[in-house]
């Protein structure tokens, strides 16, 4: 219900009226069944262009920051991040990282839409960058479509390191769905999830223009200075 009036009634019309947003590809999303919709990620604000220009409701598996506050902000922040249907993920690898690729597998079992973000963090300066394999896993034990998916100029909106939002229209392109049923059963093979992984994240550089760096984004991100 509330990520209903979010999306509606209370967030959703404010967006479209201050931003403009447009979109592409809306039809390419599967009408029922699970899919994972796959983008890249330049800006905070792309957790909430995604989902509020298609049909279907999605869940966002975000970092797990956004639900560790404490005091009322805290608590205020776990209520308005999970009413966006977002889940807590947590990027500190091991079993905890396990764990929350489970709880992804967990809403795709239930024919739902699960958003990520195979990057693994936000792009440092607007390029792609390679993508974690955790992405590949939850495709091929699923079974579930894949739809690749360009934010294009929400970091205009709010750059990584901004906390004010600036006036910019963003669009959001949804490819086609991908399908690798060709590699079912073979989840536990590196090979196969890189190969996966590498061609999600080469057909989303396609869709959105992008320059592909072949390089995890958390390994420059404090190299390279956030483009403004």
Same mark, same amino acid.
Do not use: C
């Given at each position: 219900?509330?990520?209903?009036?979010?999306?509606?009634?209370i967030?959703?019309?404010?967006?479209? #009226?201050?931003?403009?947003?447009?979109?592409?590809?809306?039809?390419?999303?599967?009408?029922?069944?699970?899919?994972?919709?796959?983008?890249?990620?330049?800006?905070?604000?792309?957790?909430?262009?995604?989902?509020?220009?298609?049909?279907?409701?999605?869940?966002?598996?975000?970092?797990?920051?956004?639900?560790?506050?404490?005091?009322?902000?805290?608590?205020?922040?776990?209520?308005?991040?999970?009413?966006?249907?977002?889940?807590?993920?947590?990027?500190?690898?091991? /079993?905890?990282?396990?764990?929350?690729?489970?709880?992804?597998?967990?809403?795709?079992?239930?024919?739902?839409?699960?958003?990520?973000?195979?990057?693994?963090?936000?792009?440092?300066?607007?390029?792609?960058?390679?993508?974690r394999?955790?992405? #590949?896993r939850?495709?091929?034990?699923?079974?579930?479509?894949?739809?690749?998916?360009?934010?294009?100029?929400?970091? /205009?909106?709010?750059?990584?390191?901004?906390?004010?939002?600036?006036?910019?229209?963003?669009?959001?392109?949804?490819? /086609?769905?991908?399908?690798?049923?060709?590699?079912a059963?073979?989840?536990?093979?590196?090979?196969?999830?890189?190969?996966?992984?590498?061609?999600?994240?080469?057909?989303?550089?396609?869709?959105?223009?992008?320059?592909?760096?072949?390089?995890?984004?958390?390994?420059?991100?404090?190299?390279?200075?956030?483009?403004?």
């Amino acid at each position: 219900m509330f990520y209903w009036l979010l999306k509606n009634i209370i967030i959703g019309p404010i967006v479209r #009226a201050v931003f403009r947003p447009w979109s592409l590809g809306v039809g390419n999303i599967p009408k029922s069944g699970p899919v994972i919709i796959a983008s890249n990620h330049i800006s905070f604000v792309d957790s909430i262009f995604v989902p509020l220009l298609m049909p279907r409701r999605m869940v966002f598996l975000a970092k797990s920051d956004y639900f560790r506050g404490r005091g009322l902000k805290g608590m205020l922040s776990r209520f308005f991040f999970t009413g966006l249907g977002m889940l807590p993920m947590d990027r500190s690898g091991g /079993k905890a990282s396990e764990a929350s690729l489970n709880t992804g597998l967990e809403v795709l079992n239930e024919g739902k839409v699960l958003g990520i973000y195979p990057e693994g963090t936000r792009s440092p300066d607007g390029s792609l960058y390679r993508g974690r394999t955790g992405v #590949a896993r939850m495709v091929l034990e699923s079974g579930a479509s894949v739809i690749p998916v360009a934010v294009i100029d929400t970091d /205009k909106v709010m750059p990584v390191g901004s906390n004010r939002p600036r006036v910019h229209r963003v669009g959001v392109i949804y490819g /086609k769905p991908l399908d690798f049923t060709r590699f079912a059963g073979l989840e536990g093979d590196r090979f196969i999830l890189r190969s996966v992984t590498d061609e999600i994240t080469y057909e989303i550089a396609r869709l959105g223009g992008l320059e592909y760096v072949d390089v995890y984004a958390s390994s420059v991100r404090q190299k390279v200075p956030a483009r403004s």
